[in-house]
Structure formats: C-alpha cells, structure tokens
C-alpha cells in the first residue's frame, strides 16, 4: 500500500517539518480538549451542575470521539483523505465558540460533542502521519506526536487559571483563534500527505508487511485494551476531578488548584515523550509493563498524602502512567501493519471512551459517597497493569 510508504532519505527535511507541524496542531486540538476540562468548576457554578451532570459533559465529548475514531480510521485506510484533517479542526473551532456562550446546560453538551467529533477526525489520520514521518523511528515519531498533544492538554488548566476563571465562561471562545492556526498548519500537513500518495516506494522496501497470527493479534489487542481502560479509567479521576479533590479536601482556592493540576500535566506530557523512543532503543513490552504497574504504589498513596505530597505523587503519576501510551499504539500498530488507520482509531477512541464513562461513573460515584472515596477506590486500578505480562516479547527498533 502506497500510504506504508516510508518517505525517502532525500526527504527527510520536510518530513521533520510535517512531525513538528501534526505534534504543534496536536497540541493545539488537545488544548481544545482540555479547556473543557479546566473550566468545569467555572460551568459548575455558572449552571448549578452535579458531578453526575459535569461528568456526562466529559463523557459526550469522549464518546463522541470514541465512536467515531475508529470509524474514520477504518474509512481512510481503505481511502486515504487527507484534507478531513482541516475539517475536522474546524469542527473543534465551532465547538469552542459554542462554549463560550453556551447559555444553558444542553449547548455546553453540544459544543462538548462537535469537540468530540474533531478529535474523531483528527486522530487517526494525523497518527498516521506521524507514523510515515518517523523515518523508521516509529516510537519516536508517535512520542513526538503524542508529546504535542500533551502539552495541549497541560495548557488548560493553566489558561482557565490565568484567564477564564476572572473572566468567566466566554473567555473560552477567546482561545477558538488558536483553531485557525491548526487548520493552517493541517492545511500544509494535508498538502504534504497528498503528494505523498502518490509517491514511489523507496527501493528495497518490503512491500508487504509481517502478518502475525489471528490469535496472537486478538490476544494482544483485548490485552492492550484492558490496559487502555485501567489508565484512562484512572486518568478520569485526576483530568476530571482532581481540582474539585483539592478544593475540597485541602480547601484551596479555584486558581491554585489549577495549577496543581497542570503540574499533573506537564510531567503527563514529558512522560508521554520519553515512552516512544524508549521503547525504540529496549521495546515495547518493558514500557508498557514498568508504567501502568509501575505507578500502582503512588496511587495506592496519594489518598492519604498532604497537599504538598499529593502533588508530588500527582507529578510522579503523569509521568510514569503517560509513558505507556505511545508504546501501546506502536506495539498496536506491528500487529496490525495494513491496519494503521483503524488500529489508531481504536485506541484513541476507546481511550477516549474509557476516559469519558470514567468521567461519568466517578462523578455519579462522588455524588454518592464523596469525591475521596473516588480517589481510594480508582488508586487499584493500576494494578491491573499485571496483565502485561502476558504480552508477547517486542523487538526494539533497528537503528
């Protein structure tokens, strides 16, 4: 297949080039996201939600994206579309518009939903992307990628800090400008992609790819997916909640609690950076393994930590547990190499999902009990990083 093709030697400037341009509007789309996220206390209070109410915001948006994701990536390995990328951009911009002057509970969940369906978009072609970028380096490549989305991620709460929270609801539309400079930079990465197409394959290049056995490929996946659920799963309970933990339990205000959560961030996106290469240079299975059971012991800690540790477990949580992402779609996409389209879907999209029904579950959890308690019960949920174990052994990348 044509889109398999690695781009040539010669190329490899413009290549660096489209990796820095699809990990920038990663950054971009997943700062969308995240902005959501950052100004559920202000929605909160605008709206008089529950936490059942705030948590179906983030499970329409999730959902939305979980469903489609693998959809589109089904769709466009069959037929390649590269300028649904800029689209898909676009669809995040009206939702953010939307949602600064959403005037009532109902638009908050559409502007969540056309969000959704931009990420939908986005994802599994810009992984792909990434993937005929990286010059063989694909761990690389998809860190580099997933690293943009992560310091998008790490933006929200820190803006929602600094300017939605004195400004209240509408200064999230302020941020939709930003939109524009995605569907720019996607307008030139779909240029990029298009010309690619049709390129020759570089000679020598195997033209058909290792296929593994059905069985092994099934086990691997429902293995994978497990893990996919037990670190969103978790992630839900921090990217939703974990403001609303601090103000609560520690009594801190809405602003400094922001910034704790985009500590939590940043060292979500450093670790996000440093799985991919890593599981280049010793494999796939070790990252995988060593990071969501790995981070077991700070979760089964932070619950009973004072604010400062709290923090710094937090910190420890985001980098640890982030590392694991990058690896797991790589290892995900050796198994299935005709595949990339749908298997990037799918793990974006039921990464997605399982972070969005975590959202809503935990929220109706914490109007139940209380919003610790969520955090004693979530703290086992690494755990089940156990079951990596049982993964086939991955050959690191040849360099």
């Known amino acids: 297949m044509s889109s398999l093709a690695t781009p ?20 971009v789309n997943d700062m969308m996201q995240s902005l959501i996220l950052a100004i559920y206390p202000v929605i909160k209070g605008g709206f008089n939600l529950s936490f059942t109410q705030i948590g179906l915001i983030t499970l329409t948006y999730q959902l939305t994206a979980s469903i489609f994701q693998p959809l589109v990536g089904l769709v466009t390995d069959r037929k390649p579309a590269p300028y649904s990328l800029p689209i898909g951009m676009a669809s995040t911009l009206c939702g953010m518009l939307l949602l600064g002057f959403a ?58 800090a600094a300017v939605i929270v004195p400004f209240g609801q509408h200064a999230a539309s302020w941020f939709a400008g930003a939109a524009l400079i995605g569907i720019a930079l996607l307008t030139y990465v779909s240029r990029w992609y298009a010309l690619h197409l049709g390129a020759p394959r570089p000679v020598g290049q195997a033209t058909v790819a290792p296929r593994h056995p059905t069985r092994t490929v099934a086990r691997v996946m429902a293995i994978l997916l497990v893990l996919i659920f037990s670190k969103y799963f978790y992630m839900a309970s921090i990217g939703s909640y974990f403001t609303f933990y601090l103000i609560h ?15 939590f961030l940043v060292a979500s996106a450093a670790g996000g950076f440093f799985g991919g290469p890593l599981g280049d240079r010793i494999g796939r299975k070790p990252i995988i393994w060593t990071s969501i059971l ?22 420890l949580i985001g980098f640890v547990l982030s590392s694991a992402f990058s690896a797991i779609v790589v290892y995900a996409q050796e198994m299935m190499p005709h595949r990339i389209g749908m298997v990037s879907g799918l793990f974006f999209g039921f990464a997605f999902g399982m972070g969005g029904l975590g959202a809503a579950v935990l929220g109706l959890l914490a109007d139940k009990t209380s919003i610790e308690y969520v955090y004693q019960l979530t703290a086992f949920l690494p755990l089940l990083g156990i ?8 050959r690191p990348a040849a360099h």
């Open 8 to 27: 040539a030697p010669t190329t490899r400037s413009s290549t660096r080039g489209v990796l820095a341009a699809i990990s920038t509007s990663h950054m």
């Open 249 to 263: 339990h520690f009594g801190i205000p809405v602003a400094q609690a922001q910034l704790h959560l985009f500590a």
């Open 103 to 160: 005037p009532n509970y109902a638009m908050v969940l559409l502007a969540a939903a056309m969000v959704g369906i931009g990420s939908a978009i986005f994802h599994p072609e810009a992984s792909r992307i990434a993937r005929l970028a990286s010059g063989g380096r694909h761990g690389l490549a998809q860190s580099v990628f997933q690293v943009g989305g992560n310091f998008g991620t790490a933006l929200g709460p820190l803006i929602a």
């Open 294 to 315: 790995g981070v077991a012991p700070f979760a089964l800690a932070l619950p009973h930590a004072d604010l400062f540790w709290t923090t710094v477990l937090a910190v």
């Open 387 to 394: 079951i990596a174990a049982w993964l086939p052994p991955s």
